[in-house]
């Protein structure tokens, strides 16, 4: 027989049944507010464009709303530059936009997730503003990291850091003294050394909790406390450093503190509220640090989502985090693509090293294909998984923008980030005509390319061989089984070279990341495939790039 997948009536959300440790099984869907959907036809998505299609995303059978940033900003970085915690940028709405859509996402059985930027702040808060307008000596200068330079009049940096956008880390006031900035110059680094950054930030913690967020997604969470004297680091060309060696700016063990104090708090409101922590390490057994059990619930494993489409390098990457997560008693948790890096439909269509150029239409079917059967064996691993907008439709990066069209920082910097993150940050098409495909009446902030018509939730919504149906029956599929979701481990199944085999249970995964097809006992009931699997006498003949879900029951 032969089956590609096909349509499951949605089951009871989990909120419904009150299930406790949502968190540690949750599909968590990544909503960038800017590009989602736009309500009043500015060409910028807003609170009110998400509100809307909440029910798309209940029906797509996620159990979390994760927001990028929507708070007041100059947006210098898209919002994670935040001037005022507690206030949404008009650009987004207001706060009574904000608290309709926690209402309706809450009626509708979906969590909210917000994103919390405590590492940094605007350099138009009011404390930065203050702090450079009184000069040396401030008080508020004590917030933040201001030095005098070296050199006979100061005209050097403080030390040799390097932003990761590129050049230094350090800008020079007109008084004389230096600030860091570990991200542009717009983003002044808080002193977490200081009681009163403490204060303020518990604070907004209670803030967003009262308004009724389900939890905080804690960016650069792995970046708040600097080594003692901000001593130099010896080494050039260091964004090649991040995540692969201890920095004197980054995975500090004094971030632990900070996060058991917040804890505390999180701990005092009902409904299972939660943290997730944006932590680059060297390791995943340092990224297990994060989620010990009186600090964060879950972190992102980053290992996983820079690991290739290969079969032996998955499974040590697997390995490795169940077996990190396991002493902690933390959920793993799984991700492809986010805001930041190129979308996985582009990122697996390439041999290593051609970074985000598609050659060809077969490059773009590669992708895809490769695409799907990530996602399939990302959603049969246990624990958590996190999905960003559009990956659903099977979005590529868009990687020809015109110089004029880029919003990236990074991009106008000499050095660091290559600007490359506008590619995946376009806003997602809804229906197959229109200005902007349906984001809004008003076209939208970055171009969409004119194949993306038949990208659109209206092109693929009840077409059985499309990806938004594929993600569909995946998590409905996902919900069913009780093999799948929350757990610590995988029986690994004998396979050919190239493929990966696991149980679960009553549950198994075959998927092969080799170009060619494979013949794999067939384990049972054929639940969902990612591409056409036939079975004969037993046996299943799974094709080259393709994932497939059997049931033994």
Known sequence: MSQQHSALAPAPHPAEAKRSDWWRDAVIYQVYPRSFADSNGDGMGDLEGIRTRLPYLRDLGVDAVWLSPFYASPQADAGYDVADYRAVDPMFGSLLDADALIRDARGLGLRIIVDLVPNHSSDQHEWFKRAVAEGPGSPLRDRYHFRPGKGENGELPPNDWESIFGGPAWTRVEDGEWYLHLFAPEQPDFNWDHPAVGDEFRSILRFWLDMGVDGFRIDVAHGLVKAEGLPDLGSHDQVKLLGNDVMPFFDQDGVHEIYRQWRLILDEYSGERIFVAEAWTPTIERTANYVRPDELHQAFNFQYLST??????????????????????????????????????????????????????????????????????????????????????????????????????????????????????????????????????????????????????????????????????????????????????????????????????????????????????????????????????????????????????
Request: net charge negative; charged share 25%; with cysteine.
């Open 308 to 553: 290739a489409w290969d079969a032996e390098e998955l499974r040590e990457v697997i390995d490795r985090t169940l077996e990190a997560m396991r002493p902690v008693g933390a959920p793993a948790t799984w991700v492809l693509s986010n805001h930041d890096v190129t979308r996985h439909a582009t990122r697996f269509a390439n041999p290593p090293g051609l970074g985000t150029q598609i050659r060809t239409a077969g490059d773009r079917e590669l992708g895809l294909r490769r695409a799907r059967a990530a996602t399939l064996l990302m959603l049969a691993l246990p624990g958590s998984a996190y999905i960003y907008q559009g990956e659903e439709l099977g979005l590529p990066d868009v990687v020809d923008l015109a110089d004029e069209d880029r919003q990236d920082p990074a991009y106008f910097r000499g050095a660091g980030q290559d600007g490359f993150r506008d590619g995946c940050r376009v806003p997602i098409p809804w229906t197959r005509e229109g200005s902007s495909y349906g984001f809004g009446a008003g076209g939208s902030w970055l171009p969409q390319p004119s194949e993306w018509a038949e990208l659109s939730v209206e092109a693929q919504t009840g077409d059985p061989g499309s990806t938004l149906e594929l993600y569909r029956t995946a998590l409905t599929v996902r919900r069913a089984q009780p093999g799948l979701g929350a757990g610590d481990a995988v029986e690994w199944l004998r396979a050919p070279a190239g493929v990966l085999a696991f149980r679960r249970g009553e549950f198994v995964c075959v998927a092969n990341t080799g170009s060619e097809s494979v013949t794999t006992p067939a384990y049972g009931r054929l639940l969902l495939a990612s591409g056409e699997v036939a079975e004969v006498d037993g046996d299943a003949k799974v094709p080259a790039d393709t994932t497939v879900w059997w049931t033994t029951a």
